[in-house]
């Protein structure tokens, strides 16, 4: 363990939490887990809202035990660390993502892997190896093990960096996996959400061609127009479904509602990918003959690990990818959660937690 003169982060914290059913956040005062020779302290600063928040706040998924504090991207300043530390410093701007922890022995782990690991520990609603219960972002504090940190470079600023932790690499990582980042490849990616918008600018920026597929003809204009996207499809309109088959070397499916998968499978070229990051709560058809025909893949994807979301950052940063975001104070965050649920959000809330969470909430 570290010595108090080493780690000096205060046990008493304080954020928003849920305790029931309803989803409903209420000022909540509760105690970090005591740090480690290892962990980092941060003040946090800014923390995104995910739409996985509001499934755990209503536990929809039952795995939530309450209270429960959401927040997983989360984005601060290393306030201290512990005496076996070596990639931070008192100072640093930094970043937590979903992840505190993992097993650190097992295939994935050793392969970079860790959003794969068996036994990962999630930064919101979940448990350390201790016991101990992990508080997510919409807080004043975070610690975590220092080999789950990243650094923020100084050229993307900490608002914007906040929602990458997640709906980032969400989409980052199948676009490197599955060899859809080549210049000159022709990426769709359906749904124009918090996901989608960057699976936009992260596929722009490889050098590919990006259509859009969207429900919605209202977001033509935006798809194009602000986020550069080349083409735009309107899902239920078959006469531009159907002259646009074959056309895809890859899509991006971020879609969470119910949805037809077959007409995405006829946009594909012969071994083509379609992959989801959306998660729908229902199990979609499947329909396998247009597969075999075209030697046609259907994959899923979950976040990335530690070493690739840290090379996502720095591309982001590199090449400006920056989310569209809207900062609200604390104090807004039920009324964000009810704008979520409408989609009424271009494309990401952030939490100003440095300058609107005080210990009076």
Not at 270 to 296: D, N, Q, T
Request: overall charge neutral; glycine content about 10%.
């Amino acid at each position: 363990m570290a010595t108090q003169y080493e780690f000096e982060h205060p046990k008493k914290a304080f954020g928003w939490a849920a305790r029931d059913t309803s989803g409903v956040l209420s000022p909540f005062n509760f105690s970090r887990r005591e740090p480690s020779e290892k962990d980092v302290a941060l003040k946090i600063l800014y923390c995104g809202i995910c739409h996985s928040d509001l499934h755990k706040m209503k536990n929809e998924w039952g795995t939530i035990n309450y209270p429960f504090v959401p927040g997983h991207e989360i984005v601060g300043i290393v306030t201290e660390v512990g005496n076996k530390v070596r990639k931070f410093k008192v100072g640093d701007k930094v970043g937590v993502g979903c992840l505190v922890d993992s097993c650190h022995s097992c295939q994935n782990c050793a392969n970079n892997l860790e959003n794969y690991c068996p036994t990962f520990t999630l930064t919101d609603g979940s448990k350390y190896s201790d016991g101990t219960a992990t508080y997510g972002g919409y807080s004043d504090s975070m610690v975590s093990d220092e080999h789950f940190v990243f650094h923020i470079p100084d050229e993307l600023p900490l608002d914007a960096a906040a929602p990458l932790l997640c709906a980032g690499i969400t989409v980052y990582s199948p676009l490197r996996y599955f060899g859809l980042d080549k210049p000159g490849l022709h990426v769709g990616v359906v749904g124009l959400g918090g996901l989608g918008h960057m699976a936009v600018k992260f596929a722009k920026a490889f050098g590919t061609k990006v259509t859009v597929i969207s429900t919605s003809p209202s977001k033509e204009k935006e798809a194009i127009k602000n986020l550069g996207a080349d083409s735009f499809l309107i899902s239920r309109d078959k006469d531009q479904m159907k002259a646009a088959m074959g056309t895809l070397d890859g899509i991006i499916d971020t879609v969470s509602a119910d949805h037809p998968l077959l007409p995405l499978i006829g946009l594909l070229k012969s071994h083509g990918k379609l992959v989801m990051v959306g998660a729908p709560e229902k199990p979609l058809e499947l329909p396998v003959f247009p597969l075999l025909a075209g030697r046609k893949i259907i994959a899923g994807s979950l976040i990335g690990g530690i070493k690739e979301t840290q090379e996502m950052i720095d591309f982001a940063a590199k090449h400006k990818v920056k989310p569209d975001i809207e900062i609200i104070p604390i104090d807004y965050v039920n009324t964000a959660m009810e704008r979520l649920l409408k989609a009424d959000v271009k494309y990401r809330f952030v939490i100003d937690i440095g300058n609107t969470l005080k210990p009076s909430s």
